[in-house]
């Protein structure tokens, strides 16, 4: 059978891992400069923990994990039974109770419920695992793929937004991805539902309004009308959506529009609040108003972000909000929370596309020691001495010709050999050629490491 891989995963070769890790380390760097702890949370959840928590769209592509074994006595009938349950996208403890995390907010707020009584408040904690969505696989889109998140719980101050808004400028900057932040207010979509009819069309318009960019607006419109969103409300959508300009020109329109409704006047201030934050230490033109921005997941409830590459046709590359009543689906009531996640795997699609990681960040072994038939061991001992220095190496595996040895090196990218044949040991002298300038060299054992220090 020719080996493969399940669709939407992926393999990670030395080069391609490199890159990662330094994104990876470049968003924790900046997580722990704003005080935030790590935590992990296991792969799998209890299905009642995920199901029902990330809307109608959302909950269809969590990955059920089957029992191990069924508990009927009626095995083949009821498990056809099940089995037709799961796949209409219901769940059946017959059949499953667990399923692979969809994103890690949930098993946060599931972890903060368990723990409260023991946290200290506000609790913030970082995140960077993987995630599982039963998705179709297509360019930055995959079945396995990593979030790097960063959440507050216990605190309703705007302070939170606004970190986590530089948390975005700082990690963007280092990684050398130019961004904007789009940034909404939940209370502004709710006043929208309001003015729609109900609160209740919130949840329907939120879910089309977030395909705006993937969809187009006729298609939006098609969705808005087959939710039962009357004609006139639509335009009323459309001309919300449509609301474009300078940060001053955006408030200006939004206000008019939400008149006197007091949740919307409340995101107004809201976001207003956090803008001119934000530009009080950052003096860029990073974050911007969308009034397009939805984020269909249910639990938000006030601010939202959305990141996206400048120059680089690519979804968001980041995302999050606040969700004032997480905890509370697991019955622990008035924890405020807030969070945001970085999409790593795009983010390193992006990288890729814009050329921008660093040149060496493939450096592995920095040299190469050469087997000479010497003993072995004054092999080791240079080794390790060049390891005790800081300077990664490895010794070639057998006592080969010099062309076989040479040629390991340069396919690995390894800058330096080094040599001690017998004249060599019996002077404690070692000898070291660059491979890129072809230069050569002696240096004592005592003195090797300089060689690597230049």
């Not at 399923?99 to 408040?121: C, N």
């Not at 939940?186 to 089309?208: D, F, Y």
Request: proline content about 3%.
């Amino acid at each position: 059978m020719k080996p493969s891989l399940p669709q939407g995963t992926r393999d990670f070769s030395a080069a391609v891992l490199r890159k990662r890790n330094f994104i990876f380390d470049s968003i924790r760097n900046v997580f722990e400069l704003y005080g935030f702890e790590p935590l992990e949370t296991p792969a799998m959840e209890n299905i009642e923990t995920l199901m029902g928590k990330y809307g109608e769209e959302g909950d269809k592509l969590i990955f059920k994990i089957l029992n191990n074994g069924l508990n009927h006595p009626d095995k083949h009938e009821t498990a056809k039974i099940d089995f037709d349950a799961v796949l209409n996208g219901k769940t059946s403890k017959g059949i499953t109770e667990r399923a692979l995390r969809y994103d890690l907010t949930i098993p946060f707020a599931r972890y903060v419920a368990m723990h409260h009584g023991q946290l200290s408040f506000p609790f913030k904690r970082y995140q960077m695992q993987p995630v599982w969505r039963a998705d179709r696989p297509q360019r930055g889109r995959y079945r396995e793929f990593y979030q790097c998140d960063a959440d507050i719980a216990g605190s309703s101050s705007l302070l939170h937004e606004v970190e986590l808004a530089l948390i975005y400028i700082n990690v963007f900057k280092a990684l050398k991805v130019p961004v904007e932040i789009h940034i909404n207010n939940r209370k502004i979509l709710q006043a929208l539902a309001e003015l729609c009819g109900s609160i209740a069309n919130m949840t329907n318009i939120t879910i089309a309004i977030d395909k705006l960019d993937k969809i187009g607006w006729e298609k939006v419109k098609a969705e808005l009308i087959e939710r039962e969103i009357s004609l006139d409300h639509v335009n009323t959508i459309e001309k919300y959506i449509s609301i474009k300009g300078s940060k001053d020109a955006i408030l200006a329109a939004l206000k008019q529009l939400v008149g006197n409704n007091e949740t919307g006047q409340q995101g107004l201030e809201e976001m207003n609040q956090i803008l001119q934050n934000i530009e009080a230490v950052n003096n860029s033109s990073t974050v911007v108003i969308d009034p397009s921005l939805a984020r269909g997941l249910n639990y938000y409830t006030g601010t939202i972000f959305e990141v996206k590459a400048l120059g680089v046709e690519m979804g968001s590359i980041g995302g999050g909000g606040r969700y004032d009543d997480l905890t509370g689906l697991f019955g622990v009531k008035g924890i405020a929370g807030v969070g945001i996640s970085f999409g790593v795997d795009r983010i390193y699609d992006v990288m890729e596309e814009l050329n921008v990681f660093p040149e060496n960040i493939q450096q592995g072994s920095v040299a190469l020691i050469f087997q000479t038939g010497v003993d072995i061991q004054h092999l080791l001992n240079t080794a390790m001495q060049l390891r005790s220095a800081g300077i990664a190496c490895e010794i070639f595996h057998e006592n080969a010709k010099f062309d076989k040895q040479f040629k390991y090196a340069e396919k690995k990218s390894i800058p330096f050999v080094v040599i001690l044949g017998e004249e060599e040991v019996k002077l404690h002298t070692a000898l070291v050629k660059n491979l890129g300038s072809g230069e050569q060299k002696s240096y004592s054992i005592n003195d090797l490491s300089k060689a690597f220090k230049r």
